[in-house]
């Protein structure tokens, strides 16, 4: 019995968490919070199987309108309230936001369709900024988004842009508060067509995974 419950084939899954919640000095005058996103998963759709990287609000809206746009037949969640008065001190605040944010992860990682958008895996295992993300899904960058994401944080990236005059700004993964909310999600059969800024190899991942329920 245990050799036949061995061989079953394992359910992919994508665990994501939200947390750490960080004061970040822009200039003498802003600041800004951003958050840790670590991602755990046992699916062939993602570059790492582990991750973490620091997002700040406005990373989120520039997202979502990305998958709006690349994928209209699909309503997208909301994202929480833009709150121009949040502060660390307001603890239900920042838990709120974080909540708001995990939620919104949790339901796009439901959604096959949107895991074949290369801009929002840059966005969950990569250091880029906005403009880079774009830049590298759209294949204007000297190097792929495999390696964006595999290399970004032993300076592969950085190299690739100092040779084409760009800058590299990655940002740290430090942790330094206890908060944290965490989910896992398991993925979701669903239409797989077309595009714009798709990566091939998620698409064949995903087409895989198809099959795998399909076959189940």
């Known amino acids: 019995m245990d050799n036949m419950l061995g061989s079953l084939p394992k359910m992919d899954f994508i665990s994501i968490c939200v947390r750490d919640p960080r004061l970040v000095r822009d200039d003498f005058w802003h600041t800004h919070i951003d958050y840790e996103i670590c991602v755990h998963t ?20 520039w997202l979502r309108h990305c998958l709006e746009q690349n994928a209209l037949i699909i309503k997208l969640p909301k994202l929480p309230p833009w709150n ?11 838990t709120h936001r974080m909540q708001g944010l995990q939620e919104f992860l949790e339901n796009i990682l439901h959604t096959p369709l949107l895991l074949s958008d290369s801009r929002l895996h840059l966005f969950l295992q990569s250091d880029l900024n906005i403009h880079k993300m774009d830049r590298c899904a759209r294949g204007k960058t000297r190097y792929t988004v495999a390696e964006a994401i595999q290399r970004s944080s032993s300076g592969y990236v950085s190299r690739q842009e100092k040779t084409s005059s760009c800058d590299y700004d990655g940002e740290s993964c430090s942790s330094s508060s206890g908060f944290g909310l965490s989910v896992d999600t398991t993925l979701r059969e669903s239409p797989l067509p077309f595009l714009e800024s798709a990566d091939p190899e998620l698409c064949s991942c995903l ?4 099959t795998h329920f399909s076959a189940s």
């Not at 046992?42 to 809206?61: G, I, L, P």
């Not at 121009?84 to 920042?94: A, C, G, M």
């Not at 087409?207 to 198809?210: A, G, H, I, L």
């Open 42 to 61: 046992n699916s062939m759709c993602f570059r790492k199987k582990t991750s973490c990287v620091r997002r700040r609000y406005s990373e989120f809206v």
């Open 84 to 94: 121009p008065f949040i502060s660390l001190r307001n603890k239900d605040q920042v």
């Open 207 to 210: 087409s895989q995974t198809k």
